[in-house]
């Protein structure tokens, strides 16, 4: 089983829409969530950070839910802007990150 | 604006041949990672330096890949001899506890 499961997409969304995406990971051992951004033929950066108490950066919402070991990003009044690969990741020790295979957005106009 | 930087940007060569990766970390940074990534698997990471020093590289095929740190400012990743099946996008990223940069990466095409 794969540490970090996403659904890949894609997502194809209108302008305005909200849109969630959910990530699964397997090992309650898990220290520490992250939802980087990755476009087109681009290297990742990070989006934000996810906190147990979920967190909110403008329009993004991230959740963890540790009980049943998912994380989630919520996207409000998508842009066109917003398009892009998310990937999930998740710590598991001192530094072993494990990415997610990433689930694309599109926005539509 | 400090950034991780890696040559080449693309890479095309044949089958058998060797073929080296750099990377220059971002100054500060004592952890530095290499990444592969497919269409197929994701970002799988291959290895990676605390203070220059290999901590892991459990996901390294040992046989023809080999990662190395000879000083701060520069990480290699070597592939001798390449196969198609190596060809990837490969990311170096730099880091500290909390966030890791990565690089534009280097796209690598083995006919």
């Known amino acids: 089983r794969k540490e970090v499961e996403q659904d890949p997409g894609p997502f194809n969304v209108p302008e305005g829409a909200t849109v969630a995406f959910n990530c699964t990971y397997s090992?309650?051992?898990?220290?520490?969530f992250f939802w980087y951004r990755q476009d087109c033929r681009k290297e990742p950066k990070l989006l934000m950070s996810?906190?147990?108490s979920g967190n909110e950066d403008g329009r993004f919402t991230a959740q963890l839910n540790r009980a049943s070991q998912y994380i989630s990003l919520l996207i409000r009044d998508s842009k066109l802007s917003d398009s892009a690969t998310y990937l999930c990741v998740v710590k598991t020790g001192a530094n072993n990150l494990f990415f997610g295979t990433g689930t694309r957005l599109t926005v539509i106009p | 604006d400090a950034r991780v930087t890696q040559t080449p940007r693309h890479k095309v060569t044949e089958m058998g041949q060797e073929v080296t990766m750099r990377c220059q970390p971002i100054?500060?940074?004592?952890?530095v990672f290499w990444y592969r990534q497919t269409m197929m698997q994701g970002l799988e990471l291959l290895a990676y330096?605390?203070?220059?020093?290999?901590?892991?590289d459990s996901g390294m095929p040992k046989d023809r890949f080999s990662a190395e740190m000879p000083d701060a400012t520069l990480a290699t990743l070597k592939i001798q001899p390449s196969e198609p099946r190596d060809s990837a996008v490969y990311f170096c990223?730099?880091?500290?506890?909390?966030?890791?940069?990565f690089g534009p990466g280097t796209r690598l095409t083995v006919l």
């Open positions: 990223a730099s880091g500290t506890n909390y966030q890791q940069y």
């Open positions: 100054l500060g940074h004592n952890t």
């Open positions: 330096f605390r203070n220059r020093a290999p901590l892991d």
């Open positions: 996810v906190y147990s």
């Open positions: 090992n309650s051992a898990s220290q520490s």
